[in-house]
């Protein structure tokens, strides 16, 4: 049961609007009661998710520090995912009242009631939330746990009345850096807090897990298996949480994922949950996975440290070369199929690069807001990003106008100029000049380079093709049609945003409607394609057959011909209706 205290707390702190005057990256801290450290973050000033994160002691503070540099626009969602799993803090969040379990919001209703408070609008609920890393995001469970957030609640409204004398730089408040090396801290004395210093705790490296191999009779039976093939191999975490016996909190399971290149068959390894604690458990049913399909490799490759400390004990004992590689397709084409089968592939991933764009958006809306003194304290840890990205290009219209105007901004204010420099997807002004006169004739330099694109309609059906930086839109659709069997008689639409209909980033079959990007005039190497892009293509306006599709990588080497490197699946009728209107005449 939430206490009176913390619900007056909450609703005061609402009425701050702290997060207008605060980024999430800046950090202040309060020392509690119980002696530790509190670490707080203000979350809101993106306009999404408001709420006030505690990051208590070194632990709290180094998950707070290893989401802060996890780039959500660069990394593969999986990855980002498993990086937010990672937090060990208290929030105190509002949200709207679905978000709510049916008691959360019985109580504070009745909070609202008996202090005569109006719940009302979006966000209008406080929720008591507790994270642990790998954890399902859970309820408060001890005084304690409640106590602590108060604490942390009745700082930040300290730090709101200090604002209004003062600027938070002034204040020491600042967006954590590499060089950031302390923070504020309120300290509670003589009734009141005073404002001191405290050093960040240093950056430590991760230690992974390195399980030993000690099960010597499965060893010895492993060893009595010819090794062949070159297996890529990764940790996994799922995102989907399970719940073990006796345990209130539910686990993310972690899973090890091994696929022979041969044939591309994976392993069957079950997933474990509380991995951290007991790594030796997914080495063991890794094992035994490799003794039920008489298997054993010669070479297992890697992509990260985590997956070369987990196999290294079990390499060297069973004399198997293990190496480490930036690049595995195998590997990655069977994590996008694990989440396919788990039935988060398609509109998850699509929902969740819709957020990104739009949070995306409203960040450079925020940043042109700012008055050049602002614009030229912004720190690197924030344009780092943003130079990366520009780099990348292949973004809606209105995102490319943002980082466009940034960059001029920035030009104008250093004499060393910006280096947001390259826009509009490298096509740059004559690529906008030719969309804007579709007749204009363009002088086509070659491109290097081929794409892997996995094409996919609906559940189990794909097909994995390889096809040149060279070949335009119109070949790309020409393959799909091939790849699944259907006849080319319908209208067709790229949408480069991955929003089906959107008018932002799309490209029509030719003559469609006059003024529209046509598909037979781009190729696939200026429409902004990199690994993990998604996209839609779109078949028959009237039937609207919608292909998800993904950039898996990137390769070097260039393509002569599109080819299907991979089919899974049979794809549906083009005409259902009319195939069974010719079984009825058969008989």
């Not at 950031?180 to 950056?203: H, I, M, S």
């Not at 690049?327 to 396919?340: C, G, K, N």
């Not at 060279?470 to 790309?476: C, K, P, Q, Y």
Request: hydrophobic share 35%; glycine share 8%; with cysteine.
């Amino acid at each position: 049961m939430i206490s009176d205290k913390l619900f007056e707390l909450a609703f005061s702190y609402k009425k701050t609007k702290l997060w207008e005057r605060l980024r999430d990256t800046s950090v202040f801290a309060v020392r509690l009661r119980n002696g530790e450290t509190g670490y707080i973050s203000i979350m809101g000033s993106m306009g999404e998710y408001c709420a006030l994160g505690l990051y208590i002691g070194e632990e709290g503070f180094h998950s707070f520090r290893s989401i802060l540099e996890a780039d959500p626009f660069l990394l593969p969602s999986f990855e980002s995912e498993e990086h937010s799993m990672k937090q060990c803090c208290l929030h105190c969040a509002f949200e709207s009242r679905g978000d709510l379990s049916e008691e959360e919001r019985k109580e504070t209703k009745e909070y609202a009631r008996a202090h005569g408070i109006r719940l009302s609008g979006k966000n209008a609920y406080p929720h008591f939330i507790k994270y642990l890393p790998y954890r399902f995001p859970w309820h408060l469970q001890t005084d304690e746990e409640q106590e602590e957030l108060c604490e942390a609640l009745a700082a930040a409204l300290e730090v709101s009345g200090l604002l209004k004398e003062k600027t938070a730089k002034e204040l020491g408040i600042v967006p954590i850096g590499e060089e950031t090396e302390e923070v504020p801290v309120l300290v509670q004395r003589d009734g009141g807090y005073v404002l001191e210093k405290t050093r960040l705790p240093g950056k430590t490296e991760e230690k992974w897990p390195e399980p030993e191999a000690v099960n010597d009779i499965n060893i010895a039976r492993l060893k009595k298996i010819a090794k062949s093939g070159e297996w890529e191999c990764g940790i996994m975490r799922l995102n989907r949480p399970v719940k073990e016996p006796g345990e209130e909190i539910p686990f993310f399971p972690v899973v090890f994922l091994a696929v022979d290149g041969a044939d591309h068959f994976i392993l069957p390894v079950s997933p474990v949950v509380n991995y951290e604690q007991e790594p030796g458990k997914l080495l063991e049913l890794f094992m035994e996975a490799l003794l039920m399909q008489n298997v054993c490799p010669a070479i297992i490759k890697v992509r990260d440290e985590r997956s070369y400390a987990f196999v290294k004990d079990f390499c060297s004992r069973m004399k198997i070369e293990l190496c480490m590689e930036e690049e595995l397709p195998d590997l990655y084409d069977a994590q996008f199929d694990l989440l396919e089968y788990m039935g988060v592939a398609g509109d998850f991933d699509e929902e969740d690069e819709s957020d990104k764009l739009n949070g995306m958006a409203f960040m450079l809306d925020r940043i042109l807001e700012m008055d050049n003194s602002q614009l030229k304290q912004l720190p690197d840890e924030l344009l780092k990003p943003l130079e990366l990205l520009a780099d990348r290009g292949g973004f809606p219209p209105e995102i490319e106008e943002k980082l466009r105007k940034l960059a001029e901004i920035r030009n104008g204010e250093s004499a060393g100029g910006s280096r947001l420099v390259k826009m509009d997807g490298g096509k740059g002004k004559a690529g906008k000049d030719a969309e804007a006169s579709k007749g204009a004739h363009r002088t086509k330099k070659a491109l290097k380079g081929s794409y892997v694109i996995s094409v996919s309609l609906g559940a189990g059906c794909y097909r994995h093709i390889r096809i040149s930086a060279n070949d335009t839109l119109l070949r790309l659709h020409g393959v799909i049609q091939d790849a699944f069997s259907f006849e080319d008689d319908h209208a067709y639409a790229f949408f480069m945003d991955n929003r089906a209909w959107s008018d932002r980033d799309s490209y029509y079959a030719d003559g469609v409607e006059p003024g529209l990007r046509t598909a037979d005039r781009y190729r696939l190497g200026e429409v902004g394609l990199c690994k993990g892009k998604q996209f839609k293509y779109i078949f028959d306006f009237g039937d609207e057959w919608t292909f998800q599709c993904k950039v898996l990588r990137e390769t070097e080497e260039d393509t002569d011909m599109p080819v299907i490197i991979k089919s899974k699946g049979e794809p549906p009728s083009q005409y259902p209706e009319w195939d069974e209107d010719d079984d009825w005449d058969d008989e």
